[in-house]
């Protein structure tokens, strides 16, 4: 059974930077997308950056294109998400997943995604 153990998250004041990690327990390029998404308590569980493990094609929520980059090292098993210019909405729970489904990783879609970390909490101050 496939493990994804997520690390990086924490306390920050609005306009800092964090970097996630996540690293899988198996090989990445079994997957046909990772990506990170994030749950607000009260709120349903969003899409926020996805990437393919072969090309590294990246993908993007709206309200975090520009300010987050996502990234993979096939090697180390390992995707990561570096966020910057933080704001108090962007606090949430981040989880790291992988899709062994096939579906889009453009649609950043939560339902595409079997494989899933058991999250790291985001607080952003402001």
């Known amino acids: 059974q496939e493990r994804l153990v997520e690390s990086g998250g924490r306390s920050v004041q609005a306009g800092g930077s964090l970097r996630l990690s996540c690293t899988f327990s198996?090989?990445?390029?079994?997957?046909?997308?990772m990506g990170w998404f994030r749950q607000a308590p009260g709120k349903e569980r969003e899409g926020v950056a996805t990437?393919?493990?072969?090309?590294?094609?990246?993908y993007y929520a709206r309200v975090v294109k520009d300010r987050f980059t996502i990234s993979r090292d096939n090697a180390e098993n390992t995707i990561v998400l570096h966020m910057n210019n933080l704001a108090p909405e962007d606090s949430a729970m981040y989880y790291c997943?992988?899709?062994?489904?096939?579906?889009?990783?453009?649609?950043?879609?939560?339902?595409?995604?079997?494989?899933w970390g058991q999250g790291t909490q985001v607080t952003v101050s402001s």
């Open positions: 198996g090989n990445i390029s079994s997957f046909f997308c």
């Open positions: 997943a992988g899709d062994g489904i096939g579906g889009s990783c453009s649609d950043l879609n939560v339902n595409d995604f079997d494989y």
């Open positions: 990437i393919t493990p072969g090309p590294g094609s990246t």
